[in-house]
């Protein structure tokens, strides 16, 4: 500002009075540098002179550099404009030494859609130091008025709809500076050291204008002045804006005005506000996303995370967060909020949320739902979320019977369900008495609705009424019993030593019963027999039902008489017994196991004695209170709890599918990880995607017996269910076969050789009927690699000289059909059966239902006359199948494949190589050990213990030479089960810490397979049992059982010579003697027998056996010394069995 007052190319030149110049050197950051300062004084004033480019602005900026001196009680003018109305000061600030910063502008807008037109101003308060430099400046962008100190932002007011209006001042084209527009008053009193005026945004502040939108800097206030100011609806503000998650409030005497950037500046109006400005309120609301909305005398102000009405009635009520989106779904029903906000405990505040007409309950591990009407009434009286009920855990929800028809409704909560109907109320059910009642279809079932909840009686008996009977349970019961209906049954009275005239001490007895239900009379003084008498023994043998309800009393009178037709009836007494729900009406015994279910009542004494009969016992009673329960009967099984559908077959197995098979599969979609899960995807591919290819046997049979355990998506009545409505539990249950507990309890059955041991599988499945009322029967024929598994239901013991027993089994491949029941006498028929006979061998035979004079002819569907050992088969009991199972990686189920299947188990042993031919398949051990793939010999590894078994399966026939090498993982021993097509092996060996074994079996593609151990260790023996299961020349399925002598330098071998079928043996080490047993299986009929002391004369020779009769191996035996295996026969001598 050195010579005039004016820009450098010297327009806008100023005209000035009674300001000094001052030499200075600042450089402000904003401003620029600056050498010259105006410093005003008391009659100081100055016009710069506009042109048409700085009049009538629609935006513009103005810039101060600027060292303020004290202010007066009215402001001081910086600059001033009427061609552009506008106006900036310097007010006094309420901090010492400090000017607030006022800019105005004469302006029309719409604040709450209402014109205003008038001076509108924005103040920024305390931000200007007196005595101190700074550049001071207001931006007008169109819509908003921002004021900056030193380049920053520090007031801003939004005007909606707004434009500046002329003041129609004649030659309105200066800028006054330093005073108001007449010169005289409001002058500013401090230095000027630069201004400049742009007549659009300058390039400098465009950031910092941006930066204060996105901030919301000056939101609220706008907003607050829109509504009117502090005299307006929302009066006076009551504290300083307040800052959370990126938004702002303010709080005035009737509302708060919130912003966010996305939302806008929302005003809160009284009462609701008061609800936000706590703590809880603002946090959990978030911030307003809309304006007030009203209707029908409901005002609703709507949050990020929820909401807050008003109503007359209900006053301001919060609801928030998951209660808020359940409540969305739910007005109607529920009505609205009441007053306040979500209330609960310390560690769940938001646990209640109270509404007109119920309550949404939410607790993180539940979610959020509502419990309204009836069943609310109940739930708030048993304590509701304290209570055992616990959190609800679904909204209320229709409950309908078979044809569709509303009944009721229903809230189900952690620990119970409330049910509901008009004829019942509100009762709740809980616990093992939930479970049964489920079970039995709820109440669309036989029981209907519960009228009472649970409730407690003597003995330790718990109970729940229905409307059509009731539901017992007491501590130790596996599960709680449904009670519809009991039969009293009288079975017979007893008579002992009595007078009954000279030289008779015997009764002839009839008798009279009554039985009475609540008073009502059943049976009244029923004659047994109807006329005469019985004897000492009078055989009633008669039952009456009892319909069974929780208040039924059951009453029972037994009355007897001696007839004699002389002297007249003598009266004897009776027995007189009431029984209600605190003993189970009757039917409670010393085993809880069969409480509920059956009260045996033998050899009870009188209870009021006549003059005729000398004590209390001279007459007893025998009579059962009891009941079916229910039970499928096994007589009915096949069209209760069977199938009415066939066995179909499903080509692929989707990949949705795998993870709902097995607990470790990770997929959440339809396609499997394959990268992050090879393991996984390759299972999928070799064997889960075609485990229903042929059927689905093994699933039907798994779901039909959950059923009837009461487990999985189904009752016991399963016959009822279309195929499409279960095809995809089926494939589940079909494809879990392929899991690490049926596969476990396959190689468990190999081991000890019940899989060849038909009478051992008669006996499992025979305890397991017993156990769980069923038993899963695989029978696997090796022959062809083909398996079938049916449900076994019944047995019998018996038949013939040879038949052990028979199961009698559901088949998939036949379902319930209306001729497997007698038309006439309506007995079932049982199609499906296998019989099982002593010399272990088993037929499974189906019936047709094709009358004819001789009876059912016999129809092979699947299995006829087979024999051991080309066909095996194995009971599956219940908890094999019970579980959701994990995957064998790797593992292929035997029956599946063609022929040749190789299983290991390793227990204290580790396959460091295992070799096929010249592929090393693999090699290694631990973290180390690796495979090779794409080979018709895999190795699978289980994955649900750390001491899993190594199983290798393959399919078609082996490569001649096998080879593996194993490495003691520690002192004990290790077993392999080896099965290649028709022949194999068991071993059970002994190894040290660190030693290595090498098993070799040579011809592993032929019929007789040649095995040979060479050990590194001390010399040793293991047990060794070699079968072969068919023989090419047809002589007898046989197995050796002997102990195999191993040591370092010798290998020991084990194999059948091809000529003959012998046996071979070539021990390692010194010449030890060795025993050997033999089991031949000729035509059904086992034999054993055994040669002992066979030995070999010098390390490296061989023995060969054989049987002069394959048909007794207890007989003569040629054993023939070898020089080698495949050498001269040095020496012949015959040896007989024993």
């Not at 008025?145 to 030659?171: H, P, Q, S, T, Y």
């Not at 899963?776 to 013991?797: C, E, F, P, Q």
């Not at 088949?811 to 319930?816: T, Y």
């Not at 079932?828 to 019936?847: L, M």
Request: hydrophobic letters at 40%; proline letters at 5%.
């Amino acid at each position: 500002m050195q010579g005039a007052i004016a820009n450098a190319d010297g327009t806008h030149a100023a005209s000035e009075s009674g300001f000094t110049r001052e030499s200075i050197s600042i450089n402000e950051r904003t401003f620029g540098p600056a050498t010259v300062a105006l410093v005003a004084s008391a009659n100081s004033a100055m016009t710069i002179a506009s042109d048409p480019a700085t009049q009538d602005m629609k935006r513009f900026g103005v810039e101060m550099l600027i060292c303020p001196g004290a202010v007066g009680a009215d402001p001081d003018k910086l600059m001033e404009s009427q061609s552009t109305p506008f106006s900036l000061s310097l007010a006094p600030g309420s901090a010492a030494n400090k000017l607030n910063l006022v800019a105005s502008l004469h302006l029309r807008h719409t604040p709450q859609s209402q014109d205003r037109t008038g001076w509108n101003a924005v103040v920024a308060e305390n931000v200007v130091q007196v005595g101190d430099w700074a550049t001071v400046a207001m931006i007008w962008d169109g819509d908003s008025l921002l004021l900056l100190v030193d380049g920053r932002a520090v007031a801003r007011r939004v005007f909606r709809n707004a434009e500046i209006i002329d003041l129609g001042k004649v030659n309105a084209t200066h800028f006054w500076v330093g005073t108001w527009v007449d010169g005289r008053r409001n002058r500013y009193s401090g230095k000027i050291a630069g201004i400049r005026v742009w007549n659009t945004i300058p390039d400098k502040y465009i950031e910092a204008l941006g930066r204060a939108e996105e901030s919301g800097l000056g939101a609220i206030d706008s907003r607050h002045e829109d509504f009117g100011g502090d005299a307006g609806s929302l009066g006076k503000a009551l504290a300083a804006e307040q800052f959370y998650n990126g938004g702002r409030w303010r709080r005035y005497e009737q509302g708060t005005i919130a912003w966010k950037q996305d939302n806008g500046a929302r005003v809160i109006a009284a009462p609701m506000h008061t609800i936000f400005n706590t703590d809880r309120g603002y946090r959990s609301l978030g911030y307003p996303i809309a304006d007030e909305a009203v209707k029908g005398g409901v005002r609703a102000m709507y949050f990020e995370m929820g909401a807050i009405y008003w109503s007359q009635a209900t006053g301001a009520g919060a609801v928030w967060g998951p209660a808020y989106l359940r409540y969305l779904t739910l007005t109607n029903v529920l009505g609205l909020p009441q007053a306040g906000m979500p209330f609960g405990t310390q560690a769940n505040p938001d646990l209640t949320t109270k509404f007109q007409r119920g309550r949404i309950y939410y607790a993180r591990h539940t979610g959020a739902f509502e419990v309204h009407g009836s069943i609310l009434d109940l739930y708030t009286s048993l304590q509701g979320p304290s209570g055992f009920l616990g959190m609800p855990i679904s909204d209320e929800t229709e409950v309908h019977d078979a044809t569709g028809r509303q009944i009721g409704v229903a809230s189900v909560f952690e620990g119970g369900t409330i049910y509901h109907s008009s004829r019942t109320g509100a009762n709740e059910v809980h616990g093992e008495i939930l479970k049964t009642y489920q079970r039995l279809g709820g109440p669309a079932g036989s029981l209907g609705f519960p009228i009472t909840g649970e409730r407690g009686a003597q003995n330790g008996v718990r109970y729940s009424a229905f409307e059509n009977g009731v539901i017992v349970w007491r501590g130790g019961w596996e599960s709680a019993k449904a009670v519809c209906e009991y039969e009293v049954y009288v079975e017979q009275v007893l008579g002992g030593k009595i007078d009954d005239g000279p030289w008779d001490s015997s009764g002839e007895f009839f008798a009279r019963v009554t039985l009475e239900a609540n008073g009502q009379c059943l049976v009244n003084r029923e004659r047994h027999p109807r006329s005469g008498s019985s004897g000492a023994c009078l055989k009633i043998e008669k039952g009456w039902k009892v319909p069974i309800r929780h208040d039924t009393q059951i009453y029972l009178k037994v009355d007897v008489w001696d007839e004699d037709g002389l002297s007249g009836d003598e009266y004897h007494g009776r027995i007189e017994v009431r029984y209600d729900i605190n003993t189970l009406w009757g039917t409670l015994s010393n085993s809880p196991a069969i409480d509920g279910e059956v009260g045996v009542w033998n050899q009870q004494p009188m209870t009021t004695k006549g003059a005729s009969s000398p004590k209390f016992g001279s007459i007893r009673f025998n009579y059962t209170i009891r009941t079916e329960a229910e039970k499928v009967d096994h007589e009915l099984f096949r069209n209760q709890a069977w199938w009415s559908f066939s066995n179909f077959s499903t080509p692929c197995l989707a990949k949705s599918l795998y993870p709902e098979t097995f607990r470790d599969v990770d997929v959440i979609t339809d396609t499997v990880e394959a990268i992050l899960n090879p393991f996984d995807e390759l299972y999928y591919e070799l064997a889960f995607k075609e485990a229903a290819k042929s059927g689905n046997c093994f699933g039907m049979s798994t779901v039909g017996f959950r059923a009837l355990r009461g487990h999985g998506s189904f009752p016991e009545h399963i016959y009822r269910f279309p195929q499409a409505a279960v095809e995809r539990h089926i494939n589940v249950k079909q494809a879990s076969q392929y899991g690490a507990d049926m596969l476990h309890w396959m190689v468990r059955n190999l081991f000890n050789g019940n899989l060849i041991q038909p009478v051992d599988v008669f006996n499992e499945a025979r305890r397991e009927i017993d156990r769980c009322g069923a038993c899963i029967i695989s029978m696997m024929n090796m022959a062809n690699g083909t398996g079938h598994a049916v449900l076994a239901y019944k047995y019998d013991l018996g038949g013939d000289n040879n038949r052990l027993g028979c199961l009698y089994v559901a088949d998939p491949n036949r379902p319930w059909a209306a001729g497997d029941q007698d038309p006439v006498t309506k007995k079932v028929r049982h199609p499906s059966f296998i019989e099982v006979f002593k010399n272990n061998s088993f037929r499974a035979t189906s019936i047709t239902t094709k009358k004819n004079p001789n009876g059912f002819a016999s129809n092979p569907v699947d299995f006829t006359l087979v024999e051991l050992p080309s066909t095996l088969m194995m009971a599956i009991p219940y908890h094999v199948v019970s579980g959701v199972p994990r995957t064998p990686f790797w593992e292929v189920v035997a029956t599946l494949l063609a022929i040749g299947v190789f299983a290991v188990l390793l227990e204290d042993a580790d396959a460091e190589q295992v070799s096929v031919g010249n592929d090393e398949l693999i090699s290694g051990s631990g973290n180390n050990r690796r495979y090779k793939r794409n080979h018709p010999l895999q190795a699978m590894s289980f994955m649900d213990s750390d001491d899993s078994p190594l199983i290798l399966a393959g399919q078609n026939r082996l490569a001649h030479l096998l080879e593996i090498d194993m490495k003691g993982s520690k002192q004990g021993r290790y077993r392999q089960a080896v099965l290649l097509g028709p022949a194999g092996y068991k071993l059970d060996n002994p190894i040290a810490a660190n030693a290595r074994d090498t098993l070799r079996v040579e011809d592993a593609d032929s019929a007789f397979p040649l095995l040979s151990l060479e050990v590194d260790g001390v010399t040793k023996s293991g047990a060794l049992e070699y079968f072969v299961a068919r023989d090419p020349s047809n002589r007898p399925a046989r197995r050796f059982s002997l102990d195999l002598q191993q040591a370092k330098g010798d290998i020991a071998r084990v194999g059948i010579d091809p000529r003959g079928g012998a046996l071979m043996l070539s021990p390692g080490g010194a010449p030890a003697p060795v025993n050997i047993a033999v089991a031949i299986n000729d035509g059904g009929q086992l034999r054993t027998g055994t040669l002992r002391g066979v030995t070999p004369t010098s390390g490296g020779e061989a023995v060969r056996i054989v049987p002069a009769d394959w048909a007794n191996p207890r007989g003569d035996f040629a054993v023939e010394r070898l020089s080698s295996l495949s050498g001269g026969v040095l020496e012949r001598k015959i040896m007989r069995g024993s």
